[in-house]
């Protein structure tokens, strides 16, 4: 049973615009989350990642919004690149040092 | 800097067939897992150690082994491939000390094709 649901396979954007990518979870033990980015042929690489004691995590481009009470992530790409082309993994985690992760949506920068 | 690397990145079986599948990390992180990645699914825990001779079943250990012989090193075994087992393989690492909230590192894959 996925504990981690990414639910928009796919999103396409304009170059400079925002990019809003979605995740939700249902396991209320997981007390941080991960966003990890992916492109074609190599691994994932880590993002960015935000605290349940959080409800914001800014870093350059990337910020990442944490709605404890919804169970529902989002992470914000402002301004979209085409380098940001890629496939996103949502993840969340506790103390076990184990990963759930999403099914990943793919994200195209239109120029 | 190497980070973790995988052997080999691709490679295609028979039905039947048995592979080995190697990870090494250079980082000297204690904690080493597999995944593999299947469309539409993300990608899912196979087996996971903790430390070096350890190992333990993740989310779909089913038709896999493992072994954690080196602290460096992660095998995963195929004792007998099967069409279903097909997928993209991806190892990681994490240093597993400290704060657990750590990112881990991935190796870039080995895409299994089992015909």
């Known amino acids: 049973d996925q504990q981690v649901k990414q639910n928009s396979p796919s999103l396409s954007v304009q170059e400079g615009r925002i990019s809003i990518l979605n995740c939700d979870y249902t396991?209320?033990?997981?007390?941080?989350f991960l966003w990890y980015k992916k492109y074609p042929a190599e691994g994932p690489t880590f993002l960015i990642s935000i605290s349940s004691i959080k409800d914001k995590n800014e870093d350059g481009r990337f910020t990442v919004f944490l709605n404890k009470s919804a169970k529902h992530l989002s992470l914000h790409i402002v301004p979209s690149q085409p380098g940001d082309s890629a496939v996103y993994f949502c993840?969340?985690?506790?103390?076990?040092?184990?990963?759930?992760f999403g099914a990943g949506t793919t994200v195209t920068v239109r120029a | 800097n190497a980070g973790v690397t995988q052997t080999p990145k691709f490679r295609v079986l028979k039905t039947g067939q048995s592979m080995t599948l190697l990870c090494a990390q250079d980082m000297n992180h204690e904690y080493m897992y597999w995944y593999r990645q299947d469309p539409g699914m993300g990608l899912r825990l196979i087996h996971y150690?903790?430390?070096?001779?350890?190992?333990a079943k993740g989310e779909v250990p089913d038709g896999y082994n493992v072994s954690r012989l080196k602290k460096q090193n992660f095998l995963l075994g195929l004792e007998s491939a099967a069409p279903s087992q097909t997928s993209v393989y991806f190892c990681a690492s994490n240093p597993g000390l400290g704060p657990s909230n750590q990112p881990q590192h991935f190796g870039d894959g080995t895409r299994l094709s089992i015909l």
């Open positions: 993840a969340g985690g506790s103390n076990d040092y184990k990963l759930s």
């Open positions: 150690s903790v430390g070096e001779g350890t190992t």
């Open positions: 396991n209320s033990m997981f007390d941080y």
